[in-house]
């Protein structure tokens, strides 16, 4: 098993309180507290929620915050929630969840009812224009030849949708992985890259997503 996946499989443990957890990868986005841009602004990045309990969810995703640090995120399913950061990992962290225990009721059931529905629409990968990686993680070299590790939320043949600490300008050329590309569009929490050659449907992620 590669490191990547053991650190995803490590946020399994760090939330024991009862009732409702299951394990997911479904996509979100956060800001933390004291995470801002030139302006002062909040930045946005993407990530992906990986365990959910009404208590806590554990988030992989391209940077980390300090322990105790407030997190704002909306994941897909669940709306805005809101907490702290409580463990801190390499590629990702667990937050806390802040909710009255009506809210946390209400969370609970929308987790309980994913947890019976998140299979059911699964198809065939083979078929599917855009792949959702297992592993999420994977590096870019930037075009000054720094290399950094980043979160592919997902890819095709022709591109992929990044999120990472650095946003290259619209335009900049780099590679994903092994897969050379070109940046063609920003979004909340990432951005689009268009890859310079249509790859195989059969080799893609395997040469995108790179240790």
Not at 6 to 17: A, S, Y
Not at 39 to 48: E, H, I, K, L, N
Request: with cysteine; glycine share 8%; net charge neutral.
């Amino acid at each position: 098993m590669s490191r990547n996946l053991t650190e995803l499989n490590d946020f399994l443990i760090v939330e024991r309180r009862p009732g409702v957890r299951i394990i997911v990868n479904i996509a979100g986005r956060f800001s933390l507290a004291n995470r801002r841009n030139a302006q002062g602004d909040r930045r946005v990045f993407a990530c992906r929620a990986v365990n959910l309990s009404p208590h806590a969810i554990a988030l992989a995703s391209p940077v980390s915050g300090k322990a105790g640090e407030r997190v704002m995120a909306h994941i897909d399913h669940l709306g805005k929630l809101e907490g702290a950061v409580l463990r801190v990992l390499e590629r990702g962290f667990v937050m806390s969840v802040a909710a009255s225990e009506e809210e946390r009721e209400k969370l609970a059931v929308k987790i309980e009812w994913l947890g019976k529905n998140k299979d059911h629409d699964a198809s065939d990968r083979r078929f599917d224009k855009r792949i959702v990686p297992v592993n999420p993680y994977s590096w870019m070299i930037l075009p000054d030849g720094c290399r950094e590790t980043c979160l592919v939320l997902d890819l095709s043949v022709s591109g992929a949708a990044i999120s990472a600490d650095t946003v290259p300008e619209i335009g900049a050329v780099l590679a994903v992985g092994m897969v050379e590309g070109r940046v063609v569009r920003h979004f909340d929490g990432g951005f689009a890259v268009e890859f310079i050659q249509s790859q195989s449907r059969d080799t893609v992620e395997a040469m995108v997503i790179r240790e």
